[in-house]
Structure formats: C-alpha cells, structure tokens
C-alpha cells in the first residue's frame, strides 16, 4: 500500500456560517476563523476542509455560487481568504476547498447568460429542455422536493436543478463548461490550496435522452437517481480533470458520491485510474432511513460491521476510504449513533475511538469535537431550505406535523448548522450580534471554554487519538480483522502491521456486557492507547464492558 500524507492526516470540517463571527453581523467569517486556527492546531488536525466560501446569494448557504472566483460577501474579502490560507499553513495546516460543479447558483454571469435565449453562447452551459404537452420534460423528482424542471417563460424551455431551483446543473456534455471548470480549479491551486472535496461529483453525468424514472402509484414524482447518478461518461470527465489539473499538483481530491455501492468507489478511487483519492460514502449515513431520510427506522450494529467492512475490504489494496459518523448534512453523531444524555462523554469517545482506529481517513465536524448535540425547534425557526421544502410539500399531502418534526428532530441539517459553541457567555461567544439560526440552548453546558478546562473531555480524547496516529503508523495502514462480527453489542477489531498488533474494543450501548478475547489471540504484553474509563486492571481475557466502554491496546 501506497504512503501518502492524506491517509496519515485528520481533516476537521468547518462550515464557516457557524463557526465564528468576527463582526457582529450573525454571520460566521472568515476573520472568524483566522481567530480560531491555534485553538484547531492545539487539537492535533491536518487539514481544514472549508464549506463553501464563495460568492453566493445563499439559497443553500453557499452551495449555490455565483462566482467561483470571489469570497461571499458575508464571509469576508480575498485578502481575508489570502490572510487565512497564509495563517494556515504557517501553522502547518493544510486546506481543503468545496468545489460545488453539479450546479451553480441561478445568479451566476453564466446562467444569467444562458436564460436569455436560446442563441446565447451560454445557452448550452446548462441543461435547457422542451416540456411535454404543458408538462415538464421529465418525471424526476427535486432533493429538495418538487420537479427538478423550472419552466422560464422567456424562452418557453425548462432547466434541469436537481437540488433547488435556485441551482441549476451545469452541462458537462459541453467541453465549454468543462473547461471553465479546470481553469478555475487551477486558480485556486496557483493560490496554493491543497485539495478539493467536491460536492455530488457523481451526479455530473445524466443518461442522455433524460428519461423518466421508475414511479411508484404513491409517489409524486419519479426516480430519477439511477439515471443521473455515476452516468454514463462520469468516469470520463473524472479522468480528463485528473489529467488537466489534479495531476499537476500535490493535493487531496475526496468525491461526495451518495449512491455508491463499494465496487462502483473501486472505479473512483482506485489509484491506477488516476480518478479521486477519496469518496464519502452514504451506505452508512442511510443506516437508519427506510424509504428516504425523513422515514425513520432504527439501526443494528451488524449491519454497521458489515457497511464498514464491507468497504474497508473493497478499498484496501488499491483505494483508500474516507471515515465519517457526521458532517453538514448529517445528524450530530452522539445524538444519533451514541447518547446524547446521561451517556454523552462517555459515548463520544467511544465513536471518537471507532473513527480514529478503522482503517481510512477520519473527518471531524465542527462541534464534535466538544460532544455537541442535535436540536429540537420549533418549525418557523427552521433555516434550511430543505427541512422548510419537506415541511410544505408532506403537509400539503396530509401529513401529520408531529410526524414530520419527529423527523426533523432526528435528521434535519439544521442540527448540526447550529452555532459553535466557544463558550458559556450569549450566544455562546458565536457572536455580539443575533445569531443567524438560534444556539442550541445547551451551550452552557457543552462548550470550548469548558472543555479546555476539563482533562476529562471529549476535547482531549481526540487530540489524544489524533496524537496516537502520528506515532503507530499501524493505525492508518494496519489491515483489519473483526472479531465477533455477529456481536449486537461489541465492536471489537484487530488490526495488524508489519509485526504489530492493535486491539479494538467497543461497547456500542448502553448495556454492560462481556467482553471474551478469543482465545486464538495470543500476546504477553497488552499496552493500554486509550480508553474512555479508568482502567484499573489488565486482564482483557475477560472482562465487564461498561456503558459504552471503549478500549485500544497494542498487544505484544
Ligand atoms: C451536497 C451538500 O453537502 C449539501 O449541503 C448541498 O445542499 C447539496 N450537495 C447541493 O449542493
């Protein structure tokens, strides 16, 4: 296996909205940010992953952009940016941008351009249709609901926007589009950033023709994810970008590809296709969902084992896997995955423990960090344009709110948009002014401050886990045994390089339960790494796991 410095870092992702406001205006910046790099250097991260900071009329906080090569308004200026990225690497940080080139914002010069007419020389840089008798060109349902078809009366044509219809998809068919795309991505290399995560990169490529999708006799809409999802010429575009640009630089490319099963990543990562480094994978994030992510369902830890497995063993030799329990578009993982209660320090450790011990490159969100949690508010204090679309589309159909806020609670991506919470003071020290989505009220309690002065906290357990991968090279490259893989309860793994070996044990609930070492396993010396309780004996043959228990040894 390759060694390269993105499979020995931790990235840490900030989404700059919520991170810090320097000015008073409720609005994380990028000053706010600069503040903030030595309190990140002290927590041991690599790399900085920026959501996106670009020019944008914030239809969906900046994943709709109307200029690639400026900074939002909001957000700051280019010499901000340029102060930033010198901070960083000053301190020896590396960052990471969004590259967000499914679509742009309806603002951008571009499809200012386009909507015009159909002989504008922009016409083509988005996907323009005719409808079908008074109907939209094709079935396919919006992420962020209703049709992906927007109809413009100018020029009596739809355009395609999977997401809002403030984002209309750029037309990759036209070499055009292309272009414009390395080029800026060039711009931002020659500043001297070091890598792109690139936004729903495997939704570049749509079935020509754009058929209709399947359609069940309930549904609004059709399904058109197989048909726009790792399309036909995707793998074609990817290379080309290789070639043109990413090849040309010593960066770290990761792909966000929902819908991608293992042996479809091993065509995007696999290091001889000269694709992408890394892809965030879904299947996992999908755990608890059943028909789409507002429909609820509970979670089995096998099945978990065998997602992560299941990847690990199709990445291993030629790929490399990206490890992540949340970001900001999912639930905050010790509300979702751990207890965010009574159990809350212990069982942030112990997924802490599981993200930093399996075999990948760990992501750490804002906030998770200090053990932050899910919210609870009330509908009108809702700022995504995806909850308050849900919202409106499922209450038209006649469903109940209580079930929709259930969903909400547990899924909506305003739990992890929330302010950071730095410290105890209003507003949690997020800002002098009004914050612009409410501070999840238990700021008092779970904060930076307070974590800074309690050795105990979750705060230190990662800067002690991102500590151990600097100094056991077998905790990135180590392969993976399970053991007891069809264990309920216990997460337990072993991992081996060159003649090392580390031990893994996880109680994944609240349960107490015992833990047997197999007795192949053979060792005469087990060192403790870490754990998140006080160990006060060295047997592991067998033993009494406690309440979320996580415990890491090298065995000698
Ligand atoms: C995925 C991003 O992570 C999400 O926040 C965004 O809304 C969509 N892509 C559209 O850009």
Same mark, same amino acid.
């Given at each position: 296996m390759e060694r390269k410095w993105w499979k020995e870092a931790v990235v840490y992702q900030i989404y700059p909205r919520s991170f810090k406001d320097s000015n008073g205006d409720g609005v994380g910046d990028l000053r706010g940010i600069i503040e903030k790099l030595d309190y990140l250097k002290e927590l041991g991260v690599d790399v900085i992953w920026l959501s996106p900071v670009y020019k944008s009329p914030n239809d969906d906080n900046g994943y709709d952009i109307s200029d690639y090569r400026d900074i939002m308004d909001e957000f700051g200026t280019m010499g901000d940016f340029d102060e930033l990225l010198e901070g960083m690497h000053k301190r020896g940080l590396k960052l990471v941008m969004d590259l967000v080139v499914n679509h742009s914002s309806d603002e951008h010069q571009w499809f200012v351009e386009s909507k015009k007419s159909k002989d504008n020389p922009y016409r083509d840089y988005y996907i323009w249709r005719k409808g079908k008798d008074g109907n939209p060109p094709n079935n396919w349902g919006s992420f962020f609901s209703g049709s992906v078809w927007q109809y413009d009366e100018a020029t009596d044509e739809y355009f395609l926007h999977l997401f809002s219809k403030k984002q209309p998809d750029l037309n990759w068919e036209n070499e055009k589009v292309r272009n414009e795309v390395y080029n800026m991505m060039k711009y931002w290399f020659d500043k001297g950033i070091d890598g792109f995560r690139m936004d729903v990169i495997n939704l570049i490529s749509k079935v020509p023709g754009l058929p209709d999708g399947e359609k069940g006799e309930q549904d609004l809409y059709g399904n058109g994810f197989p048909l726009f999802a790792n399309g036909p010429r995707v793998h074609e575009f990817l290379q080309e970008m290789n070639r043109e640009v990413l090849s040309k630089y010593d960066i770290m490319t990761v792909g966000e590809a929902p819908g991608v099963d293992p042996d479809t990543a091993k065509l995007y990562v696999n290091e001889d296709r000269d694709e992408l480094n890394m892809l965030f994978q879904f299947e996992l994030m999908d755990i608890d969902s059943g028909n789409g992510k507002w429909d609820l369902r509970p979670w089995k830890l096998t099945t978990f084992k065998n997602i992560m497995f299941k990847w690990y063993e199709a990445l291993k030799d030629k790929g490399w896997n990206s490890l992540f329990l949340n970001n900001h578009d999912q639930p905050?993982?010790?509300?979702? +995955?751990?207890?965010?209660? *009574?159990?809350? @320090?212990?069982?942030?450790?112990? @997924?802490?423990? +599981? @993200?930093?011990?399996?075999?990948?490159?760990?992501?750490?969100?804002?906030? *998770? *960090?200090?053990g932050m949690t899910n919210v609870q508010f009330d509908i009108s204090e809702y700022k995504d344009i995806e909850i308050i679309n849900m919202f409106k589309e499922k209450t038209a159909q006649g469903v109940e709110k209580e079930e929709l806020m259930k969903s909400i609670y547990a899924k909506g991506r305003d739990n992890v948009r929330t302010p950071m919470q730095w410290n105890a003071t209003e507003n949690a020290g997020f800002t002098e002014g009004e914050p612009w989505l409410k501070v999840n009220p238990n700021y008092t309690d779970i904060n930076v401050e307070q974590a800074l002065e309690d050795r105990n906290s979750i705060f230190y357990y990662y800067q002690k886990l991102i500590k151990l991968r600097k100094e056991n090279p077998i905790i990135v490259y180590g392969d993976i045994n399970l053991l007891y893989k069809d264990d309920e309860n216990i997460f337990s793994y072993i991992r081996r390089f060159e003649d090392e070996r580390l031990l893994v044990i996880l109680n994944f609930f609240e349960k107490e339960v015992q833990f047997k070492l197999p007795a192949d396993v053979q060792f005469k010396e087990a060192e403790l790494l870490i754990a998140n309780y006080e160990v006060d004996t060295n047997n592991i043959d067998n033993f009494l796991l406690k309440p979320y228990e996580a415990r890491v040894y090298l065995l000698h």
């Open positions: 905050r993982m010790v509300s979702r +995955f751990g207890n965010d209660k *009574e159990y809350r @320090l212990q069982s942030a450790k112990m @997924l802490a423990t +599981f @993200l930093h011990t399996w075999q990948g490159t760990p992501y750490v969100y804002q906030g *998770e *960090e200090i």
